[in-house]
């Protein structure tokens, strides 16, 4: 599943799309057919990998954010006007406004991965983040979260302007912009993964809970629901 600014999109168990949310009605009002594995939305466009490795995007393209390149993937996540994928050789292609050469508002060098190998990418912004296959971090585009910690990590979530990441420890640490706290000293305990909003974050625990911080939850967003335990019924 992947959420962006008040819109979701997910595959579903026979491999159908299915999105949702504030947008879902415009940009996703025509979904892709076929079978999925992989699925990346942004606020306003959204692109998938197809079961033949092929990907396909959908909704606004000011900037050719859905014109992915041609070649196969295995993942695939989306930022603001623009979008990323691992591709089956683990090397990232990405697509969209921060091309080089753009000179536009949306031009920040989102567009142009750095070189080597990885394992997931995680968009947000104008800035995309990494896991390198040596467990180190990669982040490129706008500068607000855009300079990650060094060390090595399990997990990577980008939100708007800042980024946190799970290390190998279970530690996490945030980075970039923490006006509404997003990116300030998560809580204490160890963690599984992350994934960072517009303005909160979320992690699962090593207990199998859910612990979020950051914006001041105006939607409900920074409490998980049943006690922040994904196993249980809503």
Do not use: R
């Not at 033949?52 to 000011?62: L, N």
């Not at 968009?123 to 971090?137: A, Q, R």
């Amino acid at each position: 599943m992947s959420t962006e600014i008040g819109s979701a999109c997910g595959v579903q168990t026979n491999g159908t799309l299915v999105c949702w949310g504030v947008n879902a009605a415009n940009p996703y009002a025509t979904l892709p057919t076929g079978t999925f594995t992989s699925v990346g939305a942004s606020g306003y466009h959204a692109c998938a990998v197809k079961t033949d490795k092929t990907v396909a995007c959908w909704g606004y393209s000011e900037y050719g954010d859905t014109t992915p390149p041609s070649g196969t993937f295995v993942s695939v996540t989306a930022g603001s006007e623009h979008s990323c994928g691992i591709k089956t050789d683990s090397t990232v292609a990405c697509w969209g406004a921060g091309l080089p050469g753009g000179s536009g508002y949306y031009d920040n060098g989102q567009s142009t991965p750095p070189s080597g190998t990885f394992t997931s990418l995680s968009g947000g912004g104008m800035h995309t983040c990494g896991l390198k296959t040596d467990g180190t971090i990669a982040c490129w585009g706008a500068s607000m979260g855009a300079t990650p910690p060094t060390g090595t990590f399990i997990s990577v979530g980008v939100g708007m302007n800042h980024a946190c990441g799970v290390k190998t420890d279970g530690t996490v640490v945030c980075w970039g912009n923490s006006t509404l706290g997003a990116a300030t000293t998560p809580p204490d305990g160890t963690f599984l993964s992350v994934s960072a909003g517009q303005d909160y974050t979320c992690g699962v625990k090593s207990d199998g809970t859910i612990a979020c911080w950051g914006a001041a939850n105006t939607y409900g967003q920074s409490t998980p629901p049943n006690g922040g335990n994904p196993g249980a019924a809503p």
